[in-house]
C-alpha cells in the first residue's frame, strides 16, 4: 500500500491470543467487534464519493462502526444502519459491494433515525484514541467496561425484566448514557446506579430476591453461559446485594444469591 505499518495497525483490530483483539492499545474480546453486519453511516459515505474526499471518491469503512458501542454517526447525529452478513463470503466483500447504486445510499441516509451519540460512545472513542478517561472504568479493559455501562443503563431505560433482543438500537443509545453517567463516578455512581433499582423494586411491594429485584442484569452476572468475566461490576452488585437482602453465607463458598 506504501503506507507505514504504524499506519495500517490504527486502521484495524489486530489478532492478540485466542478470541482477543487489539484495536489502539485496547485489548477487547473479538465478540467487541459485530460481524454479523456491516454498519455504516449512509451520509459519510455519500460524503467519500466525492471526487476531493480523503478517500479519492470511494465509500469506504469506519473502524469505529463494528464496534459493538458504537451506534450513532457522531458526525452526522444518526443511527448506524447495517447491512446483514447473509453468507460467510459476504465478511470479504468491501462496503460499497453492498449497495446497487448512489441512489441506494441516498434511501438510506433520507431515513436514518436523528440521535445523539451517548456519552459512552464517546467515551469508547476517546479511549481508543488514547485519551484518559474517568479510573473506574480506565481501570478495567474496554470490552468490560462498555458492557458494564449498556447493561446497568439497559434495566433503568427498559425495564428489569426486559427481553434483550427486543431492545432497539435507540434504546441501547439511551442505556449506554444512563449507564455511563453512573460508572463514571465510579464505586459511588455504581452503588447508587443500583439503589435507584433497588428503590424501584421496593416500591412495588415486589416479593423475591436480588433477581426480582435486578432482573436481567442480575441474569447477566449470575448465569455466564460463555464464561467471560464481567469485570469489576460483579463484585460491586455482590457486595450490594449482601448488604440489602437477608442472604444466607456460606464461609467456604460465595457466589450471588438466587
Not at 490504527?10 to 478470541?19: F, L, Q
Not at 469505529?64 to 447495517?82: D, F, K, S
Not at 459491494?97 to 434511501?107: A, M, V
Not at 444512563?178 to 411491594?205: P, Y
Request: hydrophobic share 40%.
Amino acid at each position: 500500500t506504501g503506507l507505514p505499518s504504524e499506519g495500517l495497525r490504527k486502521m484495524t483490530a489486530m489478532r492478540s491470543g485466542n478470541r482477543r483483539l487489539v484495536v489502539g492499545k485496547e485489548s477487547v474480546h473479538s465478540q467487541f467487534f459485530d460481524l454479523s453486519k456491516r454498519p455504516f453511516c449512509a451520509e459519510c459515505l455519500l460524503e467519500d464519493l466525492s471526487s476531493s474526499s480523503a478517500s479519492n471518491g470511494m465509500a469506504v469503512g469506519r473502524l469505529e462502526w463494528q464496534m459493538e458501542p458504537i451506534r450513532v454517526c457522531g458526525r452526522h447525529q444518526a443511527t448506524l444502519q447495517a447491512r446483514k452478513i447473509e453468507k460467510h463470503a459476504d465478511r470479504f466483500r468491501l462496503l460499497p459491494e453492498f449497495f446497487d447504486d448512489r441512489r441506494g445510499l441516498q434511501d438510506f441516509a433520507e431515513h436514518a433515525v436523528s440521535q445523539k451519540p451517548s456519552r459512552l460512545q464517546e467515551y469508547v472513542i476517546a479511549r481508543v484514541g488514547g485519551q484518559v478517561g474517568p479510573a473506574w472504568l480506565d481501570d478495567q479493559p474496554l470490552d468490560l467496561a462498555a458492557r458494564a455501562c449498556e447493561m446497568l443503563g439497559v434495566v433503568q431505560v427498559v425495564g428489569t425484566h426486559v427481553d434483550l433482543r427486543a431492545v432497539t438500537e435507540a434504546e441501547w443509545v439511551e442505556a449506554g448514557d444512563v449507564g455511563f453517567a453512573f460508572a463514571a463516578d465510579g464505586l459511588e455512581g455504581i452503588n447508587k446506579g443500583l439503589q435507584s433499582i433497588f428503590n424501584c423494586h421496593m416500591a412495588t411491594n415486589s416479593k423475591g430476591g436480588p433477581q426480582k429485584a435486578f432482573g436481567r442484569f442480575y441474569q447477566w452476572l449470575q448465569f455466564n453461559k460463555n464464561k467471560r468475566d464481567a469485570g469489576p461490576i460483579r463484585d460491586v452488585a455482590r457486595e450490594f446485594i449482601l448488604d440489602h437482602f437477608p442472604i444466607a453465607v456460606s464461609y467456604t463458598h460465595l457466589t450471588l444469591p438466587t
